[in-house]
């Protein structure tokens, strides 16, 4: 089992990270966030899972054993498969996706491609005491939000001020970073971030 992978990145295109480890690149299969938030010779460390299949071995990999965590179990869930588990840690942060859980709500599954109404409810109830909910302070009970429709959102945005579309997606991957989850549910907090990161010194129409 490959559990992790660290060295150069070879190349981010989409959802496929090329990593070099000891002279061979590793295709590791990640979310387009993180992806974006890559560039090409910067290393990086990746957790990761071999899911092995009659016709292929795919590697998965993670910012944190988390996020591994949350798309095992995920994997648990009948129906719901490497691509679909991977579309909702795109979509749905872990304590986003446990809260969810904790409110019994599949509304926020039900937005991920690929997931139909059965399949929602079937990961609510399979993950159901399985997750840690975060506390009060740090996220909203029952206040789940698709935060890739809210990334997408804040991205439009700075291109609607004048941006380039490449400095407005690193902008907004870089805030997302480093921003509170409460940040990540609402377009005008995670734009405040953007624009922030962006600073005063950058000229709209310009790339960073």
Request: glycine fraction near 10%; proline fraction near 7%; charge should be negative.
């Given at each position: ?117 059965k399949t929602a409810k079937l990961i609510v109830l399979s ?19 698709d935060a890739s429709a809210i990334s997408e959102r804040v ?54």
């Open positions: 089992m490959i559990s992790s992978v660290r060295g150069p990145v070879l190349s981010a295109l989409g959802s496929v990270v090329v990593v070099e480890v000891g002279g061979i690149g590793f295709a590791v299969q990640v979310v387009p966030e993180l992806a974006l938030s890559l560039r090409i010779g910067e290393e990086v460390r990746l957790t990761t899972t071999l899911i092995v299949r009659e016709d292929s071995l795919t590697l998965f990999g993670f910012r944190d054993a988390e996020e591994l965590a949350v798309f095992e179990l995920l994997l648990g869930v009948t129906g719901v498969g490497p691509k679909s588990a991977l579309g909702v840690i795109a979509a749905l942060t872990p304590d986003q996706i446990a809260s969810a859980v904790s409110a019994e709500d599949d509304a926020p599954f039900r937005k991920v491609s690929g997931i139909g109404p993950l159901t005491g399985k997750l840690k909910v975060a506390p009060p302070s740090a996220t909203k009970p029952g206040a789940v939000v991205v439009t945005a700075l291109i609607g001020l004048g941006w380039q579309e490449k400095t407005a997606v690193q902008a907004v991957v870089d805030a997302s970073a480093e921003a509170a989850p409460a940040d990540l549910t609402a377009v005008p907090a995670l734009l405040r971030l953007a624009l922030a990161r962006l600073g005063p010194a950058h000229t709209p129409g310009r790339s960073a």
